[in-house]
């Protein structure tokens, strides 16, 4: 008998439109740098084939996948159970497979909450949360779990942000309320930490989100979930307001490294994948 092992472990993505994602090739350089031999496929999955994909993911013993936009939700009902946070934010993107069962997990909140914590304790700061959808959503949930003091949700749809709210009011400590957003928003002078979590700057450096740039000076720390291109025009303004900044490259690395554990059991190289995000996005 051999020693030698041919076998690669499995994981990936199920998408659509998949081909901008970068999440393979950052994991599988970190893969590369340790000798670990597994593999990251993207796979470009219709929402007609998502029950086929994760019946072969199991088949083929995957140890895990993630699931992004449309699957996040839908995926669930293929699952054999999900973790406490996925079932509060109502969204699932990671899947770990363990003895041919399959829980579900979201890693959105984490990941950003892990890149928060680089430059600031989020327990007892008062945020302002642009954007009401699955990410802000994820972000939110966490906020409340770690402890924030408030979390203010603004959406143009002031009735998704009244969901969240609720959603932080019944399950956290967090104080939580819903601004409508419609125009140029004051940030309010007691929030230390600004959010955007909304699509806007996504592939395009000069798109802002309606903020009245006035009132970005008292604000400590802004954050944006963009990660291409990394440095927004949100974040670029507010560092020359003087707040700290912090791109979605960290948030898109915390939740690889959060995904290949729960996989595996071992952290894969946090700085080896920033590295290849910032050569893919000239950061
Ligand atoms: P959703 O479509 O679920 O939600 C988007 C939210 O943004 C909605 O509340 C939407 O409001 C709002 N919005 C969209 N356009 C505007 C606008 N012009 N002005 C004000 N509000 C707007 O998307 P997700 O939450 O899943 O993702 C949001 C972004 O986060 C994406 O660009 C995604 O790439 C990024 N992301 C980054 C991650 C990372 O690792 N860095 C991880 C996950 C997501 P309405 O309902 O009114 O349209």
């Known amino acids: 008998m051999s020693d030698q092992n041919f076998r690669a472990i499995l994981t990936g993505s199920f998408s659509t439109p998949c081909k901008d994602n970068p999440t393979g090739a950052m994991i599988e350089a970190a893969w590369k740098s340790d000798g670990t ?3 990251y496929v993207n796979c470009d999955v ?3 084939n ?7 993911a199991k088949a083929m013993e995957w140890v895990g996948f993630n699931c992004s936009m449309p ?37 959105d909140g984490k990941g ?47 009735s998704k942000a009244e969901e969240i709210a609720k959603l932080l009011a019944e399950n956290t400590k ?19 930490i600004l959010i955007n979590a909304t699509p806007v700057g996504l592939g395009d450096a000069e798109a802002m989100p309606d903020v009245n740039v006035e009132t970005l000076g008292g604000v400590e720390i802004v954050a944006d979930v963009i990660f291409n291109p990394p440095k927004t025009r949100l974040l670029r303004t507010a560092a020359e307001k003087g707040c700290t900044t912090l791109d979605g490259l960290g948030m898109l690395v915390n939740q ?13 190289d946090a700085q ?9 996005f000239g950061a």
Do not use: Y
């Not at 998502?50 to 072969?56: I, P, Q, R, Y």
């Not at 642009?130 to 979390?151: C, D, K, M, N, P």
């Open 37 to 39: 031999n597994a593999r």
């Open 46 to 48: 219709k929402p007609e």
């Open 50 to 56: 998502l029950a086929t994909a994760v019946a072969g």
């Open 71 to 107: 699957h996040k939700v839908s995926v669930i009902q293929h699952l054999d159970g999900v973790t406490d946070a996925a079932e509060l934010i109502g969204a699932v993107n990671c899947v770990s497979i363990s003895d041919g069962k399959l829980t579900g997990d979201n890693t």
């Open 112 to 158: 950003f909450l892990e890149s928060l914590k680089s430059v600031t304790d989020p327990a007892g700061k008062r945020v302002l949360l642009l954007g009401a959808g699955g990410a802000a959503r994820a972000i939110a949930v966490e906020l409340g779990l770690a402890g924030a003091a408030s979390v203010a949700i603004a959406s143009r749809d002031v």
């Open 174 to 192: 967090s104080e939580a309320s819903a601004l409508p957003w419609d125009g140029d928003i004051d940030v309010p002078q007691d929030i230390e």
């Open 256 to 268: 690889g490294v959060i995904g290949v554990e729960q996989w595996m059991g071992k952290k894969p």
């Open 272 to 280: 080896v994948m920033a590295d290849t995000l910032k050569d893919i």
